[in-house]
């Protein structure tokens, strides 16, 4: 997983607070996306981008949360009025960008950002 | 609905021992990839394997995709405690998301 950036690693916000998530993906790569991991699980998916779009957002929550990789710097997560149940640790992972299909479709993962809600 | 599920979700060995971790599905993929995270970390890819009864060689691991490309495997000659941590397999359908499985947690004891 080198390369991919997240930062802040640990994030503390009191409920009702805005969460903020950045992952800088390796470098060439194009494709980037967010998982949540809820303690002793495996992860699960939230959103697909490719720079300034949003190509699959089917395992992101409809409210309060957003995601967006702009042309320039970090992809961003971020979520709204933060609920206890939204601590978990988020990854980002990024996979680079082909002539053909992504067949393999191989993701390389940052080291996540563990929010906690208190 | 978790649509891979691997066994077993525990594993404790002594060092030295052989095992065999497994992924089911009743999907297809693409390609299928295994991953070992440690605590506090990412996931870290440890291989892919597309074709279908692909067998993969990393040092003491062995990675086999089912013929049906539904399945694979893991095995693990001589268990190291540097081997243990979560390994998670994930299946992938083209360029979107990964499916990831419920994971398999291994203990090697020295």
């Known amino acids: 997983n080198a390369g991919v950036m997240q930062n802040p690693r640990h994030l503390v916000r009191r409920r009702g607070q805005e969460a903020r998530l950045r992952c800088s993906p390796m470098?060439?790569?194009?494709?980037v996306y967010w998982y949540r991991q809820l303690p002793e699980e495996g992860l699960k998916f939230m959103v697909y981008?490719?720079?300034?779009?949003?190509?699959?957002e089917s395992g992101m929550p409809k409210e309060r949360f957003s995601a967006e990789f702009p042309k320039e710097g970090p992809s961003i997560l971020r979520i709204q009025q933060v609920v206890r149940g939204d601590s978990a640790a988020y990854f980002c992972?990024?996979?680079?960008?082909?002539?053909?299909?992504?067949?393999?479709?191989?993701?390389?993962f940052g080291p996540g950002t563990r929010l906690t809600v208190l | 609905t978790q649509l891979l599920e691997q066994s077993p979700q525990f594993l404790s060995i002594q060092e030295g021992e052989n095992l065999t971790v497994y992924c089911n599905s009743s999907s297809v993929f693409s390609s299928l990839q295994w991953y070992r995270q440690e605590p506090g970390e990412g996931p870290v890819l440890l291989v892919t394997v597309v074709t279908g009864g692909e067998v993969k060689k990393l040092k003491r691991l062995t990675f086999q995709f089912g013929d049906a490309r539904k399945d694979s495997s893991l095995h693990i000659t001589a268990a190291q405690p540097g081997d243990t941590g979560l390994y998670l397999c994930?299946?992938?359908?083209?360029?979107?998301?990964?499916?990831f499985g419920t994971g398999t947690r291994l203990t090697v004891i020295p």
């Open positions: 981008l490719q720079k300034e779009n949003i190509i699959d």
């Open positions: 470098k060439g790569h194009s494709h």
């Open positions: 994930a299946g992938a359908r083209g360029a979107n998301n990964l499916f």
């Open positions: 992972a990024s996979s680079p960008q082909t002539s053909g299909r992504l067949t393999y479709n191989e993701q390389f």
